[in-house]
């Protein structure tokens, strides 16, 4: 037989024995590989195939188990193969640490794909799998290491990343061209260098790389590393938006609404977003609800737009959370729902938005979409302030002020004012001035008082003004109370009850004429009307007395039930006593005892005794002769020598009547 003839015998012996072998079952391939090596057939690479047959067939054991063999027969694409299984934990529990094993040996012998992958690893890291947590506290700890072996996480490293995706991508992968190019331009695992970038981005695009393209729209569009060309980026956006990505069309339909790059096109624009955001991206999702709602580009259409919006807000895309914030609380097209928007406020709170902070704080506080919560309020102040939010550090010092919420605590009230008053809040400054000049929470500082005061009357704050007068007219100076005057006359005329009020006193302690009086009055009608209680008192009594207006007692009367229904104690007395004597009305010892007992409740010692002798004597009231003892005793408690003689004298009484007998 010639030499040809036994090559081409042999020849085919190998292809009916590689045959004989594929078609065998694994048992028998097993035996086969180990005992009896066909001639001509490599074991390894028919074992890999059989592995690739069982994937196919989703028999993820069965394959690992034969590139396992192919794998220690020498096989390293075998190796990359189980290294996908660790990964995607596809007949082994997941593990990206064993996956690393695997992909190593591969990438060291040449694998391509395994260098691409440990690289992807390498540059974003991998978290420990799900199940690793629950078998952590439930295993003895020898279980964890033995189902993972190699650990249960991989940490970033950005300098094996670039290590690897160099590699891959020199040895000509498109997809790590394309990796290594972003790597590039973000300074990950190497320095920023955009020209680098191009350059890999350019050599993936001629792979047909949709990213690559899309990174050179950013490289030339944005100018990084060349001259700005709108263009020309636009140009490589259109390119990888043909391939369906959805940054590019998002970048895109940007272009088209702004026409730098493009002619301006709303309908193309409305179709790219709408493209993209059916793939869910968050930004396209965002932008194409903005059209739904304004109805340019794309359908007026709110239930769509409603839709979007939410899509984009589920992936925490911070503007479509703020937008369904202020789509629910202002009712844009459909009835506000404030429990919606106090949702979603909340939402881009914990985002980190500021003013999401802040409002969620201000509805926690109102009870405004958001059950009310003082505590919760306080917290989300807090959190605005620290970022810088000058409204919310005001409140902040508010809360602490008066223990709204949080433990009162001056010191910090203090410091939340100075934050707040230094970034121009006048309210904020106003109160500063306020602690200057009493000394809480700070060092007493009238001069730095002064300042505050006088930088927020500056900007026309009433407050301010008046609370500036009364430091003038405190400190002796006659030049600073003519000021003082005229601050207090400025602030009146803007309206201010209590400038009103305090200008009233100040003409009327004057006492140079009946002018002033008159003048008083007339303040003190303007501070009455603004609803201070001290001026409708002060009012009362020049009613009573004829000063600066004339006497008039029913009129009076009404002056001090005004003053007495908004708290204040004494005009409560004043009336009752009123009442009680008929004075500007008919006696009415009932409604007297009415507002005696209001004045007595505020702790005021003349009307706790005459409610006693209310109830002594019955006027107005049932007698009572307990209830009387009690409010003699409360006013003797503090001091009241005629409560405590009536004291004296119902013990007395009592005494002569037991002695005589009686009951």
Known sequence: MSGQALVLRARAAATKARDFFRQASLPARNLVARHAPLPGVDAAALWLDHGKAAYAAKRYGAAMDAWRRAATAGNVEAHFRIGLLHARGEGVAQSI???????TVAAEAGNVDAQHQLGLVYLYG??????????????????LSALFPHGVAVEIDLKRAMHWMSAAAHAGKPESQAALGEMYRRGRGCAEDFEAARRWYLLAAAGGMASAEFGLGDIYYQGLGVPADHVAGADWYEKAAAKAEARAQVALASIYLSGAGRPIDKERAGALFAEAAEKGEARAQYNAAVLHLKGEGLTLDRDRAETLLRAAAKQNYLPAV?????????????APNLREAGEWYRRAAELGDVQAQFITGRMYATGAGMPTNLRQAAGWFLRAAEAGHATAAHNVAVFYAKGTGVERNIDKAARWYMAAAEAGVVAAQVQLGKLYLSGEGVARDPAAAIAWLQKAADSGDAEAATTLALAHLRDGNP?????????LKQAAEAGHGAAAYQLALLLLRRREGEGDATAAVAWLELAAAAGQAAAHFQLAVQLCTGQGIAQDLPRALAEYEAAGALGHRVAQFNLAVMRAKGQGCDPDPVAAATWFAEAAEQGMMEAQVALADSYRYGRGVDASAELARDWYARAARQGNDMARHKLEEMSRDSAAVRAAGGT
Do not use: K, W
């Not at 640490?97 to 992909?103: K, L």
């Not at 991998?126 to 279980?143: F, I, K, M, V, Y």
């Not at 030049?479 to 601050?487: M, P, S, T, V």
């Open 97 to 103: 640490a064993d996956a690393v094993m695997d992909y």
């Open 126 to 143: 991998a978290s420990a799998p799900r199940a690793a947590p629950e078998l952590d506290t439930a295993q003895p700890d020898g279980a």
């Open 322 to 334: 703020q937008a369904l914030s202020e789509f629910y609380s202002r009712g844009d097209g459909i």
């Open 479 to 487: 030049e600073n109370a003519a000021r003082a005057e005229g601050l």
